[in-house]
């Protein structure tokens, strides 16, 4: 999300979080252990509507690799990025943000290493 980062440390949003796998594989998401899933929190604009600024994503940190088309967390020059990934030929990836403001990028796959796969958006909808 945004421009991508340089990561380091912040305050955790949420210190701790339990969800039952079975409430979580009734609203549909699929994994195949419930350790595997971590709470990482987005942030900038550019994957707006879908995902907004601070908005707590659930990832399966597994994923490793391109799985199809998606939302993943993955690190690109040295920058970390929440976006869209998309096959496009052999060598390349397209990056996408869900913000028309944003152009899709391509990217190199052999530049992009996967560190997980986002699963939820945990949006917080003020009523």
């Known amino acids: 999300m945004g421009g991508g980062q ?3 440390e912040y305050p955790e949003m949420l210190q701790d979080i339990r969800v039952s796998p079975k ?3 009734d609203l549909g998401v699929t ?3 419930h350790f595997h899933l971590k709470m990482i929190t987005g942030w900038g ?3 707006a509507p879908t995902i907004k600024d601070r908005d707590p994503l659930l990832v399966d940190i597994t994923v490793r690799e391109f799985t199809g088309d998606g939302i993943y967390l993955f690190s690109h020059d040295d ?3 929440v976006k869209r990934l998309q096959k496009k030929g052999k060598g390349h990836f397209k990056m996408i ?3 028309k403001h944003h152009d ?8 992009t ?9 945990w949006n917080a909808n003020l009523v």
Do not use: C
């Open 97 to 99: 943000s869900d913000n």
């Open 79 to 81: 920058m970390l990025y």
């Open 31 to 33: 994994f195949k252990e």
């Open 45 to 47: 604009q550019s994957m």
């Open 23 to 25: 409430h979580l594989r």
């Open 104 to 111: 899709p990028e391509d990217i190199r796959v052999d530049d």
């Open 113 to 121: 290493y996967i560190l997980a796969r986002v699963l939820l958006v």
């Open 6 to 8: 340089i990561p380091h």
